[in-house]
Nanobody, 113 residues
Framework: VQLQASGGGLVQAGGSLRLSCAAS????????LGWYRQAPGKQRELVAT???????IYADSVRDRFTISRDNAKNTVDLQMHSLKPEDTAVYYC????????WGQGTQVTVSS
């Protein structure tokens, strides 16, 4: 399975961005999709995940600001980010679990103050 992320970029604090990720290499729906992020000098951390049935998990730091969604038929996952803060600055990685953990290439999100 390959994961291809898009979106990201530079935005001012309080702004919004949308990340998208498309999975290829399987005709089956990937059970778990999500997003992680890694800021400079920090460990990679969970942002949000979503299962095929729609159940979600959010990091406390992004709850009520970010929304994760997916299209099971297309094996895509999106992350809508609102009210962005400078501390959201990181490389965001698309994640999927299909037999094993799969990672996208990462996309940079930079929030200026």
């Amino acid at each position: 399975v390959q994961l291809q992320a898009s979106g990201g970029g530079l935005v001012q604090a309080g702004g919004s961005l949308r990340l998208s990720c498309a999975a290829s290499g399987t005709r089956f729906s990937i059970g778990l999709l999500g997003w992680y992020r890694q800021a400079p000098g920090k460990q990679r951390e969970l942002v949000a995940t979503i299962r095929t049935g729609g159940s979600t998990i959010y990091a406390d730091s992004v709850r009520d600001r970010f929304t994760i969604s997916r299209d099971n038929a297309k094996n895509t996952v999106d992350l809508q980010m609102h009210s962005l803060k400078p501390e959201d600055t990181a490389v965001y990685y698309c994640y999927g679990h299909y037999i094993t953990d799969c990672w996208g290439q990462g996309t940079q999100v930079t929030v200026s103050s």
